[in-house]
């Protein structure tokens, strides 16, 4: 599927939504609830599970402070959000939804990604590459309603061939396309990733109205800042330090390329694909009713 160059509809600059970040120090991760400033519906977008990988551990603190705060303030739950499949961290949403109800919705790309770690993990039949276990599988320039508000999806590939950036009135969610503009880019050295794609993937967010709001799934902090998560078009478009000042194409490319190369795996890539390429949930349990992760050798 190739990366549409355009953006198909006019962002409602005029509406803004309630946002509120979730710092998760372990990985870095931001998640976030949305809500329609005219009513109680929200969505939660990128949730955290924690998990000790050393001790196979699972656990949802992160996850019960975002549940506390929709149920604190009589919100209703009405859309988890996976911007992709996360290689960093495990996500919380079915946990959340066990709680909390609403629907799961990721990009419809997700088939792609669920055949690529379906064959690095050697899943067997059993192991459904269709998309089936989330709710809804959003393609480009889809819409859902959060409440009155009236979500748009933009397809963005390039980190992984199934990343969606969504956008909510002023406000664009866009998960690991990019960074803070002193953090530049993610990486697209992933299976499937691409930076020739994601540099076009980009492009498409540059076009976005300059004051929108841009809410980061990641921020590390560099150069020793305290950590941020929201920034603007305009910001980005001036000053990101990968793709601002109007870098070019071959530019990007040779750049992103050559830094991936020095960049380690995330420390949970494997735990979280495995989860995350099944919505999150754990793989079905062994013969003795315990469950178990693999880890492929010599493969990712
Ligand atoms: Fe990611």
Redesign the pocket.
Known sequence: MTTPQSISFVPDMATSPVVVPFFDAHTNTISYIVRDPGSNACAVIDSVMDFDYAAGKMAFEGADQIIAHIRDHKWQLEWLIET?V???HLSAAPYIQQELGGKLGIGDQICVVQDTFGKIFNEGTDFQRDGSQFDRLFKEADTYQIGNLTAHTLFTPG??PADMVHIIGDAAFV??TLFMPDGGS?RADFPGGDARTLYRSIQRLLQLPDKMRLFM?HDYGPNGRDIQWETTVEAEREHNIHVGHGTNEDAFVQMREARDKTLSMPKLIIPSLQVNMRAGNLPPKADNGKTYLKVPINTL
Do not use: N, V
């Open positions: 992709h996360h290689a960093d980190h992984t998960g690991d993610a799934c």
